[in-house]
């Protein structure tokens, strides 16, 4: 579009071309409302319209203008300079957070995303196409079912030593129970769950988990008091659930746990993030 001159849409091209044929006494105004999809009062005001000011008059009256909403150079400028640096590990959604509640900067996540876009900057994560499985359905009443799981990480950045975070969530409501930072995987953190869970919320009806050696028992040696039971004693976590009355669940896949990680992806998505931007910020 060149300067002092605006284009017409599709759309107002076809109302001009049915409109002139309404002044020639080619079809009615209400025919050529029909054809155009719009009342026969609509109609008759585009038909003034275009009497009064020509083809411009059937032009949308916004265009050209710039939109009030549009972000200014200066904050685009200030908006990819801390892109950039102190939150640089930031995904889109938790950079427009912080921009809204540390910045100042009122703006969409969708505007940060095609400014960060145009800019070059890569989205954090790769979207790849969803593989279907079937979901399984919750449960009805908080309490029925937990969902626990241990994630190995370099949580507070790479130059630190890996370590775990345990995590509990509540299968019906999405609740995240119980979370604590431990040196690895193991029955001692599965315990510490159980124990923090119980006290707090009380026994639930069952535990989801995976066969990880601390849940199950892996190794193929049985016993002679096995081989006469039929069946592998339970390691210490198994005991415990045992004696509390919780069934436990095992998960045959790693999809079967898709809830509990999913919660593990938002928290080092955004805790990593975090953990970074406090050390930039606190720490010459």
């Known amino acids: 579009m060149r300067k002092g001159i605006l284009g017409m849409s599709q759309k107002e091209r076809q109302r001009y071309h049915v409109l002139r044929t309404v002044l020639d006494g080619g079809i009615t105004l209400r025919e050529a409302g029909q054809v155009l999809g719009v009342c026969y009062r609509h109609a008759k005001r585009l038909k003034k319209r275009l009497k009064l000011h020509g083809a411009k008059g059937l032009i949308h009256g916004n265009r050209g203008r710039p939109a009030p909403n549009a972000v200014g150079h200066a904050v685009k400028q200030r908006i990819m300079e801390l892109s950039g640096a102190a939150y640089a590990n930031f995904n889109d959604t938790h950079f427009t957070e912080k921009l809204n509640e540390q910045e100042g900067i009122r703006i969409s996540r969708e505007t940060v995303r095609r400014l ?133 669940i095992f998960a045959l896949t790693p999809q079967a746990k898709g809830r509990v990680e999913r919660l593990f992806g938002t928290l080092q998505d955004r805790l990593v993030a975090e953990l970074g931007f406090w050390k930039v910020n606190h720490h010459p």
């Not at 029925?144 to 990480?153: K, R």
């Not at 159980?194 to 990880?212: E, M, T, W």
């Open 116 to 248: 960060r876009r145009a800019n070059g900057m890569k989205a954090k994560r790769k979207r790849r196409p969803k593989k279907h499985h079937r979901r399984r359905l919750r449960k009805a009443q908080e309490g029925m079912m937990v969902l626990w799981d241990g994630s190995p990480h370099k949580w507070f950045g790479d130059d630190e030593a890996p370590c775990c975070l345990m995590a509990a969530i509540d299968d019906a409501t999405g609740q995240l129970l119980e979370a604590f930072f431990i040196e690895y995987e193991g029955s001692f953190g599965y315990l510490k769950l159980l124990n923090n869970i119980v006290k707090a919320y009380g026994i639930p009806g069952s535990i989801y988990q995976d066969r990880h050696s601390a849940l199950h028992r892996n190794d193929d040696h049985w016993s002679l008091e096995e081989q006469l039971a039929g069946e592998q004693e339970p390691t210490q976590v198994g005991w415990a659930l045992q004696e509390l009355g919780i069934m436990p």
